[in-house]
């Protein structure tokens, strides 16, 4: 069981250097930084019926079971040590977490109670999907799951825990949501739970590539483990300021190199000092359509359907970045932390190694928008880094089974992030970025005509047709064009919310006050 999704590591008890700022652990909620370790996630979205009930229920029970970044911290520790002694069985670490929609901080705090507060979330996330293109009905109404659009949903409550052992009747996760169930009674009606389950191939996604290989590292949390840079965890790991995540730290400035402090990002109440905004989207992946199509378009197009997936994700299934491997996967270097996030884009100027339009040169262009007077910037690097997000997701539904050739079984991503802006974190990603066919601006091809990046093969979204630039590479040499047209999304959202993950003084001392 890891929570390395966040790819932070807590071997060192000294995460922090002297002028990095001083991370309140014991106040932070465990899945925002650091994750949750989690092999089975339980999702319990609840609408409060009873406030006082509700309250009393917090009070006396739930803060003091949320499991904090400094436990969740301890917990990666006593892995590593149990690891290390040769046991194979996972320990049983149950997590908790809590967070609240516009809706149910409303209800807590009163009608005014979210006044300032970032303005996609207090929208909510049924009402933003039109903007991100999802897919949506005539009056702009998502198409998402009927149970959890079937009333107001107030909250989420993750539990998370190891898998059930083969013995047992139930996971030690699920004997926690039953606890939970009954302490809160009928002061809430839960509106629809769902489970996340890691896949038999550990770390996988269900299109079957590596993922949490990349996530920001965070200063005052994230030891650094690369001697040339001090700014850096892992080698290509760029440290942020807190603020970046989680309210009351310095954050990242747009305008400036990422590694000078910004402003702390602006409180509408002083009660969110620690908390962080989640975002979340149930992300329904069509896999034997996905592979299909890999199969299909490699014969077509005379290359390996592997580096068809390859050029469309940006990295292979072992999580070698295709910006190093070009041609072929290298599983050593997909498994080796200290080198598989260790590149940037800017040199790949005729996209021969790495499309322009690949999901992680969309979601994370890192060094890409360099050349500050083509694109207008301040300072690209600086904007870069202002639009980053904690990845914390988890895969839902089963394996594809042998008879599948369409997909039959609803399967995907529990995509979470945590971010202290949704509007320019988030929702700037999905919609100017993933969404935007010119994005990256100013691009061209080995023989200098414009390039057109196109969507982001796995998660942009399109009112019509979708299409990517160059999936042919012209590595090392040459200059045939090319495009790979997508007749269908292999990625559609089925369910979303937008929630606040607050401190546990702000649950103790505010939200929770009688
Ligand atoms: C079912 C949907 C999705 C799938 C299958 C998927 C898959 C992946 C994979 C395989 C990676 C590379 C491994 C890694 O760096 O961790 C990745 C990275 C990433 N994804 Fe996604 N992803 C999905 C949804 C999203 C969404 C909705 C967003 C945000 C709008 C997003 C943002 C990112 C970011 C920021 C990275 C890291 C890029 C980097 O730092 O190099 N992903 N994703």
Not at 171 to 195: C, E, F, M, T, W
Not at 242 to 252: E, I, N, R, S, T
Not at 404 to 426: A, N
Request: aromatic share 8%; glycine share 10%.
């Amino acid at each position: 069981m890891s929570a390395s999704i966040s790819g932070l590591n807590a071997s060192n008890a000294n995460l922090a250097a002297p002028g990095d700022p001083i991370i309140r652990k014991r106040e932070i909620q465990g899945d925002v930084l650091v994750g949750l370790q989690k092999d089975e996630e339980h999702f319990l979205f609840f609408k409060i019926v009873d406030v006082a009930r509700f309250k009393a229920a917090l009070r006396d029970y739930i803060i003091a079971e949320i499991t904090t970044t400094e436990e969740v911290l301890s917990r990666e520790i006593q892995i590593k040590a149990y690891k290390a002694s040769g046991r194979r069985s996972r320990l049983p670490f149950v997590g908790l977490n809590i967070g609240f929609s516009n809706d149910g901080l409303s209800v807590l705090l009163g009608a005014n109670g979210t006044d300032g507060m970032d303005a996609s979330f207090v929208a909510g996330a049924g009402v933003r999907a039109a903007g991100l293109l999802d897919p949506v009905d005539a009056n702009g109404k998502p198409d998402w799951l009927a149970a959890f659009a079937s009333d107001t949903i107030h909250g989420v409550l993750l539990v998370t825990g190891p898998a059930a052992s083969a013995s047992a009747a139930k996971s030690p996760a699920q004997k926690k949501v039953d606890d939970i169930v009954n302490v809160l009674g009928h002061s809430i009606k839960l509106v629809y739970r769902d489970v996340g389950v890691t896949r038999p191939q550990r770390g996988h996604e269900h299109f079957g590539f590596l993922d949490g290989v990349s996530n920001p590292g965070v200063r005052g949390i994230t030891p650094r483990d690369n001697p040339a840079d001090d700014n850096q965890g892992v080698p290509g790991q760029d440290l942020l300021w807190p603020g970046a995540f989680v309210f009351g730290y310095p954050g990242q400035d747009p305008n400036q190199p990422f590694e000078k402090p910004g402003a702390p990002p602006a409180m509408a109440h002083p009660w969110m000092a620690d908390g962080s905004y989640m975002v979340f989207r149930r992300l329904n992946q069509f896999v034997p359509e996905f592979h299909n199509f890999l199969q299909s378009e490699g014969r077509a197009l005379g290359i390996d359907p592997q580096l068809v997936g390859a050029r469309m994700v940006g990295r292979w299934q072992s999580g070698a970045p295709i910006m190093i491997a070009p041609l072929q996967d290298d599983p050593a270097l997909g498994a080796d932390p200290k080198a598989n996030n260790n590149f940037e884009f800017s040199q790949d100027t005729g996209e021969r190694r790495c499309p322009f339009a690949a999901h992680i040169r969309k979601t994370y262009p890192r060094d890409d928008l360099e050349d500050p007077n083509k694109v207008g910037l301040l300072n690209p690097e600086g904007f870069v880094q202002a639009h980053r997000i904690m990845r914390a997701g988890i895969p839902f539904g089963p394996e594809v089974a042998e008879d599948e050739e369409k997909t039959k079984h609803e399967r995907g991503l529990m995509f979470v992030c945590y971010q202290t802006s949704i509007i320019e974190q988030f929702e700037f990603i999905q919609i100017s970025w993933a969404n935007a066919t010119g994005f990256p601006i100013n691009k061209v091809h080995p023989d200098k005509t414009p390039a057109t990046p196109g969507h982001d093969p796995i998660i942009g979204q399109a009112k019509g047709a979708r299409a990517m630039d160059e999936i042919l590479p012209n590595y090392p040499m040459g200059d045939t064009r090319s495009t790979l047209n997508m007749p269908d999304a292999f990625v559609k959202p089925s369910a979303a919310g937008y929630f606040f993950v607050p401190s546990i003084s702000a649950l103790r001392n505010t939200l929770a006050h009688p």
